[in-house]
């Protein structure tokens, strides 16, 4: 009985695991209470926002509207998906007076300024910045909507200053059509993928950010290229369009850049 005792002891002290097992017996024998029922560990309440999802509205006209645009003006928007390649039809769409071409241009604009806002938010979760605060991402909104807004206002401003300074009047206006085309059509893919962002499952919303980059840089690139094109067919030097690069993209973008930097704290 005593060699079977002894070589019980040997077996639980070759296997840590059983040596463990074996203790947490003899201190459970001895205390007669279980140790996870002294815990001190309490359940704590989980934080939640009591406030409406305010946000889901903008994306649900967003949405509505995108809709809208792609089955009421299909036409039409292929057409002006067509001018972001060949130059010649971008300055056709310039001089066209089609009612359909001016209301489908008119809910275009309105399509940006939302998305502008919802990428706001976009941004703000994407550098962790905020939290779930449904009033913090109505002021994001806000605040995004508001700066495109100024800048929409910055750049009609400019246009018309040069237009009055070069009497240049249809170079101009070519210019600001051409240089508009890629902003108003970008928000057809930018409000469905910003509602994904916002709403998806965390694992694909890392990849849906990158998609959200390409097609913003993609944009920018068709717009340089369209504007620079449109100083070189019309004999103006090279430099200009630089010079006039910087007062409309890179002074604006230096400036919204230290607004938001500032607002979201990073």
Known sequence: MEAHSHAGRLHVLEYPHYQALHGAKIALSRSGTCPLRTSTLQPQPI??????DYILLPFAVGLAAVGLATVRFGQQLSELTR????????????????ALIFRLLALLDVL??????????NLSHALSTTTSNHIAE????????????AYRAYSWTLHKAVELITQGSRLIAH??????????LAPIALIPLSFAAHYGHPNIVPYIYYTI????????????????????????PFLYFILYLCALEIAPALIVAKLLTSYLNI
């Open 138 to 149: 109505l002021l994001l909104f806000s605040t995004g909507m508001g700066l495109f807004g």
């Open 47 to 52: 934080a939640l926002d009591p406030s409406p």
């Open 175 to 184: 210019l600001r059509f051409s240089g508009l085309l890629p902003l108003r």
């Open 112 to 121: 940006t300024v939302i998305s502008a806002g919802l990428l706001t938010i």
């Open 213 to 236: 980059i390409l097609i913003i840089t993609i944009c920018i690139m068709l717009r340089w290229r369209h504007m620079a094109a449109l100083f070189l067919r019309n004999g103006v």
């Open 83 to 98: 001018g972001l390649v060949y130059s010649f039809i971008t300055d056709r769409l310039a001089n066209d007076t089609n």
